[in-house]
């Protein structure tokens, strides 16, 4: 499964080093802005599960689930156009928002509105999306017959653009299946998943809050996405520290776990995406599976015989296994179930295949 993932805003408010921090890669940032070039780099998911795994089975290899997160230029009205095509080639969004105060990095509008930044990219996708709707109701309008299916649809483009004009994405347009149905071939923007991530410095962070935050959540709210906060700077600094420091350091500033984790693991979520867990000598790994798989199918990313001579999935809850220490404990507690093509995969589902080809 290759999702990607875009990671947009304006200029100078620190996208590049949020990808840099995500796909664990060095990817020049700017002083200035203007940058033309789009990065493209493969995140890992941070899993503690694996770790622990991990110290059971000791395997010879250790492989997370990912994601292709995508460093769009940014945003600058001249060039809308291809931002706007940049946007529309990825499945989610992370909008990065800059409330962090600093000097030698001047803001580009010349002093910090995080809800007017917000608004200036979110207004262009709404805009796109209002455009898209009203050039396909012309089309309509101008048929000669409008019955059927073209008649479902301009009922739902019609309800498209009262919600648009209300400044709300399409996200939250409430749509019935059969709805979206009809607008299934429609290159919306504001229906791709969305994470608002506010990169704020560490006075910011000491303090836990910063300026604007009330109004900053009041419009997240009202738009319908979630908000993460983040000290990118600091983040850097945390990402060079040796596995041991790093440890150290995170407990000596009462942080649980690197900010940068949270990012990735909500940008998963909002793809709908979960993971399911395979364990042995060779590997411990997590697999990409979007929510509601079943088995069988799940089967297919581990490989294709498998799908084609399922029979059973031996499953263990990932808590299960945590609590007792050993699949030893786990199978004497008879934790061990045997589930059928049809069993929904949940999250963090230990399981091994029975297949026969």
Request: aromatic share 6%; hydrophobic share 40%; proline share 4%.
């Amino acid at each position: 499964m290759s999702l990607t993932c875009g990671i947009i805003g304006l200029p100078l408010v620190g996208k590049t080093t949020l990808f840099n921090l995500l796909t664990r890669s060095e990817a020049e940032t700017s002083a200035f802005g203007g940058r033309t070039k789009t990065n493209i780099r493969t995140a890992p998911i941070p899993d503690p599960r694996l770790d622990f795994l991990a110290s059971l089975y000791r395997p010879r290899k250790i492989t997370p689930a990912t994601l292709e997160v995508i460093d769009v230029p940014g945003f600058n009205p001249g060039a809308g156009a291809s931002f706007l095509a940049a946007v529309r080639e990825v499945d989610a969004l992370i909008h990065v928002v800059r409330v962090f105060r600093d000097e030698a990095v001047p803001h580009v509008e010349g002093n910090l509105n995080p809800v007017r930044d917000l608004d200036t990219v979110q207004a262009e996708l709404l805009l796109a999306d209002l455009q898209l709707v009203e050039t396909r109701l012309e089309r309509i309008a101008a048929s000669k017959k409008i019955k059927g299916e073209m008649q479902a649809e301009q009922a739902a483009l019609r309800r498209c653009r009262e919600v648009l004009e209300a400044e709300k994405p399409l996200s939250e347009a409430g749509l019935t299946e059969e709805e979206w149905q009809a607008l299934r071939h429609m290159e919306f923007l504001t229906t791709k998943p969305l994470l608002v991530v506010i990169n704020i410095d560490e006075d910011q962070l000491h303090q836990g809050s910063y300026p604007g935050r009330d109004e900053v959540e009041a419009y997240a709210r009202h738009r319908g996405f979630p908000l993460l906060t983040l000290c990118a700077k600091l983040e850097v600094e945390i990402a060079r520290l040796e596995p041991e420091d790093r440890e150290v350091f995170l407990k000596e500033m009462g942080i649980q776990e690197p900010g940068i984790h949270r990012v990735a693991r909500a940008v998963y979520r909002r793809l709908g995406l979960i993971s399911f867990l395979t364990a042995g000598e060779d590997e411990v790994r997590a697999w990409t599976i979007r929510e509601g798989t079943r088995a069988k199918e799940a089967a297919g990313k581990v490989h294709s015989d498998m799908e084609r001579g399922f029979i059973r999935a031996e499953v263990v809850r990932f808590d299960d296994l945590q609590a007792l220490g050993s699949m030893a404990k786990v199978r004497e507690k008879g934790l061990v179930r045997l589930e059928g093509k049809d069993y929904v995969v949940a999250d963090g589902d230990i399981i091994n295949f029975r297949f026969n080809v």
